[in-house]
């Protein structure tokens, strides 16, 4: 490509120069290409640990002239055909043009000005934005990395880095490159080259580790192998950009999640040098997720910037260091000490932001006032005009009121309904302000009727409820509410009755989700409704079992909101739809909150507290149960040996995490559980899970099997009681079913909740997300080996492939989707993969794919008839017509080819050249043919249609009845095709057949003699069609010969008698003749000299002995008969077929044949091709010295 022009001192040190004149010089980089010896070996380790430029672009072309000793660098390539191109147009452009000067200094100032002008109407000429923001020197790195690794365009590099390594004892000094998709390495030391390409999809494992042998490294397991790479020089930023990778990765197998770019990234001030736009979006996005994580926001909300400041509390009365945060939708502060404040400003409660008169005590102050009369001091702010300024811009983009005229529908991708519909309240709507759920929860309309409780246990209540009217006076009240330590004691004291809905929805964030969707809801329970899908069997089938002991959940009105909040959710992500513990959540939600209020309380739990707990592998909950067995094991370690022994833990954490103690704890209980979630987060799950554990590590310790484990925990959890309770105790159907003669203790809830924060409240959430991500890898990729070893066990049934050859050929498969999905559409590819669908049906290809897999696996491998094949084969196993073909599928089409016995391997080789294998456009001609073929009885017809009259029609009436009735019944009864249900092959698919055949045999030993036999075997079976011709529809023949003139004479050959006798080689040029003679009613004009000569020369084979009539190799290409106008103007002969058992009769006469179609092959080969094919792939051979003689003179 051409450069900058810039100066070059030593134009001969590690250069060798291969082409000059008086003004250029191409030269070549020591170490590149042939030759080079030591000093080559040297220049070429040197550029690697470099990092040099040169590594990239081995060749360059310098300016030079007679009397000046600096030379200019104008242009470098990778490939010495990319750097002739250049050196060609100096040449013919520049070098006369420049011969004219006079002056050195003018040709210097000319070509530089040229080549600068060249350069800019490049750049001027490039759309790619992303390419403009990044550094011409990380641009430079990224096409090192496509060179290198053999990558397309499409990966895109995200940063790399200078790391060693470890190679056996040997550590390997070299580069990292980390792409969206593959995590790569190239070393080059002294002739020593070591490269290595691992997808982010195979890693298993991935940590940061210190050790003797190894120290600050990270190692990356795979299924296989372990890699270790170390001396980094900031080793965490590297393992983070790692983590992000993997993770894209993983949410790709999970549910098909592809990384998009963010295109909306404010552009920097200046460009970063050896930072991509790619390696700031994914510090950005780490950021904004670590900033909703903080303040429970929804995904779409968007960090736009942090600083340093003081917040003025005045219930404390000082000033609180910490950090403000500004978003799109909210300004939030966290204190540097944690639990000391937490404060969240909705931009839409904003009224006035202003700045304060400065001090010495109070410099650079900021104050926010809100629409409930709170006022909030900011300090200490270094930038003080520019935030106020970025609030106030912020502050004009958000609407006064949040009812925009757009329907909220639109987020979920779904049309709405009418806005006539939408605003009036109609009668008859399955949700509107009129039902008794939606204005409050269920337990306020069953509590409204009985009489004050006035006992030591409702005045306990009236106190809590007292401590947090104080606690709102206080700290205010609403999502502007201070957060401190204070109101964490609150939440674990137990939240009041009649507050609870209303604190759940302030502290998970579902409060702002819900102000800033009004109508929502309602309009999504009207599009939802009526709708039937798995989604809402599953709901109708789980909705009686939702809490059936509470009086709530006993009559229709409680039945009733839970199906339409369950049922909207569904529609809304239909990724998730529903899952099985979804009812039980959701219907103690509905227990204390409005149905709006429940939905967003389960948007937020599904899709932001409890990720990926409600999908259809339940991902989240296992990966929650990986990171609570690694808690046992650091917190409880004799326990937890002892717990593995038996298998248990896995079992009984599952029902803990996915209904949150709900379905396993008495729910008066539970419920102080859910208070402290929706406050704390997923942590005091944990800590409460460990707490019980530890409260019965004695017991445990002397259980024997996994049922008594099991017992014990179940007998403790059912007696966990709540001593304040205001409401009767609600029976605990899992107690009565296990309560024993001699129960045990009871244990206060208060008291579980308090020793798990004394014993294991030092739990961390940014530890708890730490270990997540390695057992998120674990668990994903076992799904994967689970999905693998379940697809493998049902096609061993079907194909005769053994489990290892199947278990390659799944991973062959997967790896073309994969592919698909790095560099195809991932729209596309999107739709390909569908986590819901039974294993067998997960993963499907598209033709292309296929057409790929089968040229690299498939035993008919034709030549360049191959392709063709190839889409037959395709549309023949596309039963359904998508055009995808899924694992089940494509094994059926090649398990018949390697392991059928010879008849199965025909029938499949004759429905390939059948509708609908045979494409319209392939088999146009035969069109006619086809209505022929499938008539019941010509004759008959047409008899019936001589008679005519009322009664005629009345016989075809119920014949038809009756077939359709026949049809009906052999659709519900599973039927095995035989060889007499194929149908009959016309001519144009009998000449489609031949055409294969004559390709299937161009690579083998006995060519000849196949194609001997095959040629034999045209001609029977062409005078069989004849023959069969003449029975069947003689009459018709007859009739329409005595209308027709009679046909010209013509030079074709009619096919052998059996008496003929066939000469030694020419039988198939008798075939060609065959199949000409047959083709065409009147035969073809006579062929010239010069046409059989120009036939001749096309011919792989064409003259097998003198005398005999050249005969092509049948390919697409070639011409059967004549031109091809004349084959287009050709009339088919539409009465000549045959049948599958006459093609097998004829076959079988041939031992050639015989032996061909009975020969096992073997896979195992084409595999190890295939895969050793798909790392060549990926690499680059450094060959682009092709030309070393070429251009040389």
Request: proline content about 5%.
């Amino acid at each position: 490509m051409w450069i900058q022009p810039e100066e070059v001192l030593l134009a001969g040190a590690l250069w060798v120069s291969e082409r000059a004149n008086p003004f250029f010089v191409l030269q070549r980089r020591r170490g590149h290409g042939r030759g080079g010896g030591l000093s080559g070996l040297l220049v070429g380790t040197l550029d690697v640990v470099l990092d040099s430029s040169a590594r990239v672009a081995p060749y360059r072309i310098l300016l030079q002239t007679a009397d000046s000793q600096i030379y200019w660098n104008i242009a470098c390539g990778s490939s010495r055909k990319e750097i002739t191109e250049h050196w060609d147009w100096l040449e013919s452009n520049l070098l006369q043009t420049i011969s004219i000067f006079d002056n050195d200094e003018d040709i210097t100032t000319f070509v530089r000005g040229k080549i600068s002008g060249i350069i800019a109407e490049e750049n001027r000429l490039k759309q790619d934005e992303e390419q403009e923001e990044d550094s011409g020197k990380f641009r430079e790195a990224e096409l090192k990395m496509r060179k290198l690794f053999g990558m397309p365009s499409e990966e895109k590099l995200v940063n790399y880095y200078s790391c060693s390594y470890w190679k056996g004892r040997v550590p390997r000094q070299g580069w990292l490159y980390l792409s969206v998709n593959h995590l790569c390495f190239y070393s080059f030391l002294l002739g020593k080259e070591v490269t290595l390409v691992v997808p982010w999809t195979e890693v298993t494992q991935l940590e940061k580790n210190a050790t003797l042998l190894f120290p600050e490294s990270v190692r990356v397991s795979t299924r296989h192998t372990e890699h270790f790479f170390s001396v980094f020089l900031n080793i965490n930023d590297t393992f983070k950009l790692m983590e992000q990778l993997a993770n894209i990765a993983m949410r790709q197998l999970l549910d098909n999640e592809a990384f998009l770019a963010d295109r909306s990234l404010p552009k920097p001030c200046k460009t970063l040098k050896n930072v991509s736009a790619l390696k700031r979006d994914f510090d950005a996005r780490a950021k904004n997720e670590q900033y909703r994580a903080m303040f429970r926001l929804t995904q779409d909300e968007r960090l736009d910037g942090h600083t340093d400041c003081t917040l003025w509390t005045p219930f404390a009365k000082m000033h609180v260091v910490g950090q403000l945060f500004i978003s799109n939708n909210y300004i939030c502060f966290n204190s540097r000490e944690e639990d000391l404040c937490q404060l969240i400003i909705p931009l839409r409660e904003v009224s006035i932001v202003e700045k304060a008169d400065s001090s010495s005590v109070l410099p650079c102050p900021v104050s926010i006032s809100t629409k409930n009369k709170m006022n909030f001091l900011f300090a200490n702010l270094k930038d003080r005009d520019f935030l106020v300024q970025r609030i106030s811009d912020f502050l004009q983009r958000t609407p006064d009121s949040w009812n925009s005229d757009t329907s909220p529908l639109a987020m979920i991708g779904h049309s709405a309904s009418s806005s006539a519909g939408a605003e009036s309240v109609q009668k008859g709507r399955h949700y509107h302000p009129g039902l008794p759920t939606a204005s409050q929860g269920l337990l306020q309309l069953y509590h409204q009727d009985t009489a004050e409780d006035l006992g030591p246990k409702a005045m306990k209540e009236k106190m809590k409820e007292e401590s947090w009217n104080i606690h709102f006076s206080e700290f205010g009240r609403g999502v502007c509410m201070y957060r401190t330590s204070r109101t964490r004691d609150l939440v674990l004291n137990g939240i009041p009755e009649l507050l609870r809905g209303e604190l759940w929805l302030l502290f998970s964030g579902a409060q702002n989700e819900m102000a800033s969707h009004p109508g929502y809801y309602g309009d999504l329970v009207e599009q939802a409704m009526g709708l039937c899908s798995l989604a809402t069997e599953e709901i109708e089938r789980d909705l009686h079992r939702s809490m059936p002991e509470h009086r709530a959940f006993q009559n229709e009105m409680g039945i009733a909101a839970l199906r339409r909040v369950l049922t909207a959710y569904a529609h809304r992500n239909p990724g998730i739809g529903y899952c099985q513990a979804m009812n039980i959540v959701t219907s103690v939600l509905l227990l204390y909150c409005t149905e709006e209020e429940a939905f967003w309380l389960l948007v937020a739990l599904c899709e932001r507290m409890l990720p990926d707990y409600y999908n259809t592998r339940v991902v989240g909950a296992l990966v929650d149960q990986g990171v609570f067995e690694e808690l046992t094991r650091a917190f409880l370690p004799l326990l937890y040996e002892h717990m593995q022994d038996l298998g248990v833990i896995s079992t009984i954490s599952l029902s803990w995490f996915l209904t949150l103690f709900l379905s396993v704890m008495p729910f008066d209980s539970a419920v102080l559980l859910v208070d402290c979630f929706f406050y704390e987060g997923i942590k005091v799950i944990f800590q409460v899970a460990l707490a019980v554990l530890h409260d019965n590590m004695d017991t445990l310790l002397s259980c024997n099997d996994e049922g008594e484990a099991m017992t014990i925990l179940g007998r403790y959890l059912d007696n966990v009681v709540n001593k304040q309770t205001v409401a009767p105790p609600i029976p605990h159907l899992h107690a009565l079913l296990t309560s024993g003669d001699d129960p045990p203790p009871e244990i206060d809830v208060f008291d579980l909740i308090k020793s798990s924060y004394e014993r294991f409240g030092s739990l961390r959430s940014d530890v708890i997300e730490q270990m997540r991500f390695k057992q998120r890898l674990k668990v994903i990729q076992s799904l994967e080996d689970t999905a693998k070893r379940s697809v493998v066990r049902a096609m061993m049934t079907e194909s005769a492939f053994s489990i290892e050859e199947l278990e390659e050929l799944y991973c062959l498969f997967k790896s073309q989707h994969m592919t698909s999905c790095y560099w195809g559409s991932s729209s596309s590819a999107a739709e390909r993969h569908d986590p819901s669908l039974p294993y067998l049906e997960q993963y499907r290809i598209d033709p292309v794919q296929f057409s790929q897999l089968y040229a690299a696996l498939a035993p008919w491998t034709c030549g360049g008839h191959t392709s063709t094949l190839s889409a037959r084969l395709f549309r023949l196993l596309d039963q359904n017509q998508d055009g995808l073909v899924n694992f089940k599928e494509f094994i059926t089409g090649l398990s018949g080819m390697y392991h059928g016995d010879m008849t199965e391997k025909l029938k499949l080789l004759y429905k390939l050249h059948l509708p609908p294998a045979l494409s319209p456009e392939e088999a146009e001609s035969a069109l006619e043919a086809a209505q022929f073929f499938t008539e019941d009885d010509p004759k008959g017809a047409a008899e019936e249609g001589k008679d005519g009259g009322a009664e005629g029609e009345e016989k075809k009436e119920v014949k038809d009845y009756r077939y359709y009735l026949r049809m009906w019944a052999k659709e519900n009864e599973p039927k095995k095709e035989t060889i007499k249900d194929l149908p009959r092959m016309n001519q144009e698919q009998f000449i489609e057949l031949c055409k294969t055949l004559y390709n299937l045999f161009s690579e083998e030993p006995l060519e000849q003699e196949l194609y001997h036999s095959i040629a034999t075997v045209a001609s029977l079976l062409l005078r069989i069609g004849e023959v069969g011709k003449r029975f069947t529809n003689g009459g018709k023949k007859t009739e329409a010969t005595a209308q027709a003139p009679p046909p010209a004479p013509t030079a074709s050959i009619s096919p052998p008698r059996e008496d003929e006798p066939v000469e030694g080689g020419s039988a198939e040029a008798q075939v060609c003749r065959a199949l000409a003679d047959a083709q065409l009613e009147p035969g073809p004009p006579q062929t010239s000299d010069e046409e059989i000569k120009d036939d001749t020369s096309v011919s792989s084979y064409s003259m097998v002995s003198s005398g005999s009539l050249p005969c092509e190799d049948i390919t697409d290409e070639a011409v059967l008969v004549g031109g091809s106008e004349q084959r287009r103007g050709s009339v088919l002969d539409v009465d000549w077929s045959i049948t599958f058992e006459q093609v097998l009769a004829s076959l079988l006469t041939e031992p050639p044949l015989v032996d061909f179609f009975e020969r096992k092959k073997d896979i195992q080969a084409k595999m190890a091709a295939c895969k050793a094919q798909r790392a060549v792939e990926r690499q680059t051979s450094s060959a682009s010295d092709h030309e070393l003689t070429q251009h040389s003179t």
